[in-house]
């Protein structure tokens, strides 16, 4: 018998996000995957992922395979499942690849411009179908008032998506405060960028992660 994944379907403007809560044990398979790898001068190499990605962040490194496929199988298939099935009833999926999966360790300063990640594929069966954003750790002062803001407009650390424009009837962008163990799903080609944070403490780091899919569909047959 597997645990119950609750979720919620989020329509903030034309695109649809899913919003979960990652389990505890997966923050913490994951944070331990991230400090083995750091602390590994091989793996640090061999997991370094920086030149695929875009944006000025301290440190990303490729999420160990076997630890991807173990919370894919147990926690991110169903909701992948379940969101491409809401958008097309009439099909069965029938695989869920895994393009790609790493972590994202921003520092005070660390920004990631507005892009997506259609980018990645250059060939159609590369091309990732589904993107997201999970949170394994974020610093004390993302969450305290920061001075060189405004009031009514924090945006320190936080994840903006962004499609379309703005009319008096639609929104154009939706921004999240980003907090531990929340996970989004969208899909990769929806703009989405990160604001940088600011802290005198060089040891304050919000890591998080993220990964591409690609879903397999076959009609469903009737019988």
Known sequence: MTDKINFKLLKPF?????KAELPLQLVSD????LKQIREDKEKSKTHDFSNNLVGAVQEEYLITPELMLKWKQKFFNPIIQQYSLHHYPHKTVKNIKILSAWFVISVSG??????????????????PHLSCVGFLEIPKIMEEN???????HKIN???QFSEGSESIFNNSIFTINPE???????????????FPFYSKNPKDERISFSFN??????DRKIN
């Open 30 to 33: 994951f944070l331990k995957d």
């Open 14 to 18: 034309g695109s649809t996000l899913a």
């Open 180 to 194: 531990v163990r929340e996970w989004f799903l969208f899909p990769a080609n929806l703009l989405h960028s990160v």
């Open 110 to 127: 660390d920004q990631n411009p507005q892009h997506t990640h259609t980018n990645f594929g250059k060939d159609e069966d590369k091309q």
């Open 157 to 159: 650390g936080k994840t």
């Open 213 to 218: 899919s690609k879903i397999e569909f076959e």
């Open 146 to 152: 920061n001075s060189n803001e405004k009031n009514h």
